[in-house]
């Protein structure tokens, strides 16, 4: 289903200039962007991240099998991707929940891009697995997963740190220093830093009037997870 009037436009990235193509050469075989965003999926990268979040329902987790679970979705073609470059300005992507699920993309992937492309997998996450997220919490914990990408592949600040990336940030950070101690099982994310990020979110002006807006969250409002 198109999310219209009240679609999640994922914004706000500063762009630092063209950081890579949408081919790479590996062992002499050419990469596709699909290729590269089942690689993406799959690699090491996407396979640290792992946290929790207090859901309106109960705890909710994202664990290294989410974004295996997605790449297999685009394998079989329940998710198709979509590269485009008719993104609205400043849009970084959009996952449209429907027959079949939409993954759009832009078709230059660098780190940037492929941080943005976690993010939209992450409501991707949400939508195959049926879980009962708030609109609030799904974009909360997306923004999550693509600050936990830019901090693991060193990208600097400049090019992300528009306000909710940065608030993310902040939950990526304390994520990270349990990682670094090793806590035991899947952390938590820091209640504070999270409900920060979470107003941030809501009173931020693409999401300010959708479902992960104020009103919205007030009413519960969900993205379509329909599978
Ligand atoms: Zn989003």
Redesign the pocket.
């Given at each position: 289903m198109w999310r219209g009037m009240f679609g999640?436009a994922?914004r706000g990235l500063v762009r630092g200039g063209t950081l890579g193509t949408n081919q790479r050469h590996r062992k002499g075989v050419t990469m596709t962007g699909r290729e590269r965003i089942l690689h993406l999926l799959r690699g090491p990268v996407a396979a640290r991240i792992r946290f929790t979040f207090p859901g309106a329902g109960g705890t909710v987790t994202i664990s290294p099998v989410s974004f295996r679970h997605v790449a297999n979705h685009i394998e079989s073609g329940h998710i198709s991707i979509v590269f485009t470059n008719a993104l609205p300005a400043g849009v970084g992507g959009q996952y449209i929940s429907g027959t079949p699920n939409q993954l759009m993309v832009q078709p230059i992937i660098g780190r940037v891009e492929e941080g943005l492309i976690l993010?939209?997998c992450t409501?991707a996450v949400f939508d195959v697995t049926r879980t009962p997220v708030v609109a609030n919490d799904d974009?909360a914990a997306?923004y999550v997963v693509d600050a936990l990408y830019f901090r693991m592949t060193g990208l600097r600040h400049p090019r992300w740190n528009v306000i909710s990336h940065a608030r993310a940030g902040q939950v990526a950070d304390l994520l990270l220093k349990q990682y670094a101690e090793g806590t035991h099982g899947i952390p938590a994310v820091d209640p504070t830093a999270w409900t920060v990020l979470k107003a941030t979110v809501m009173f931020r002006p693409n999401y300010r009037f959708g479902p992960a807006g104020l009103l919205g969250t007030l009413l519960g409002s969900q993205y379509p997870h329909d599978g």
């Open positions: 999640h994922d993010h939209e409501h974009e997306s």
